[in-house]
């Protein structure tokens, strides 16, 4: 799955560190889920979404046929 | 029966520093919002590949019980504590570095580092049997030290 988290991040001006807080996660966890090597669970794909006022579908591109 | 005081003073403190650890570890995590469920997907990964590891282990020392050597159950538990814990520890290093790492580690040198780190592990604890002296496990540890450098380091060109 792949996500707009970075550019998203990028556009607010916040760093990995202030997102990990906003959502409560460890840093770690945001490199994970923006790189692609992490799929996060539907709450904390939420939590993300809203911390940009965005929906989880702008956020989060489902790619059909990668499961 | 013959109790060995010193044995059961190192199992208990082995167990206390253990408990602590962890303790200490978790509390630290926590802090730093590091209790988040990516930890606990890397952990449960983790132990997946670990029972991988030990189960591997369980058929060596089977094999070396059907080629007849003679093997104690203490010293049967003894390594099969050693993988088990020992790969846990490995692997639970290798995923969290390779999921956060800001570029991937190439899969190929982590496998070849995971081979060097089985194999002397595998090696070592065949030689240490068949010579009846838990020193040479002691062996292992160089190898296995190489087999972690190698696979938790990328050069220069796999960053870029």
Redesign the interface.
């Known amino acids: 799955m792949k996500n707009r988290i970075r550019e998203l991040r990028k556009s607010k001006n916040i760093t990995q560190e202030e997102l990990s807080k906003q959502v409560g996660v460890s840093r770690q966890s945001i490199i994970a889920i923006e790189s692609g090597k992490y799929n996060p669970s539907i709450e904390l794909a939420y939590h993300i979404s809203k911390s940009f006022n965005c929906t989880i579908e702008e956020v989060f591109i489902f790619e059909e046929g990668r499961m | 029966m013959e109790i060995s005081i010193g044995a059961t003073i190192g199992m208990c403190m082995g167990m206390i520093c253990g408990i602590l650890g962890l303790w200490f570890g978790r509390k630290k995590a926590r802090k730093?919002?590091?209790l988040?469920?990516?930890?606990s997907?890397i952990w449960q990964k983790t132990r997946s590949y670990s029972w991988y590891v030990t189960l591997g282990a369980i058929f060596v020392l089977f094999s070396l019980n059907v080629l007849g050597i003679e093997l104690s159950s203490a010293m049967v538990l003894g390594i099969l504590l050693f993988v088990h814990i020992g790969s846990w520890g490995i692997i639970g290093i290798i995923l969290?570095i390779?999921?956060?790492?800001?570029f991937?580690l190439p899969l190929s040198r982590v496998k070849f580092g995971i081979i060097v780190i089985a194999t002397s592990i595998i090696v070592f604890t065949i030689m240490s049997i068949i010579a009846n002296n838990w020193m040479f496990l002691l062996f292992s540890i160089l190898p296995n030290l190489i087999g972690l450098f190698i696979a938790l380091t990328a050069n220069r060109k796999d960053s870029e």
């Open positions: 730093n919002r590091g988040d469920e990516l930890y997907h969290p390779n999921m956060s790492g800001t991937p």
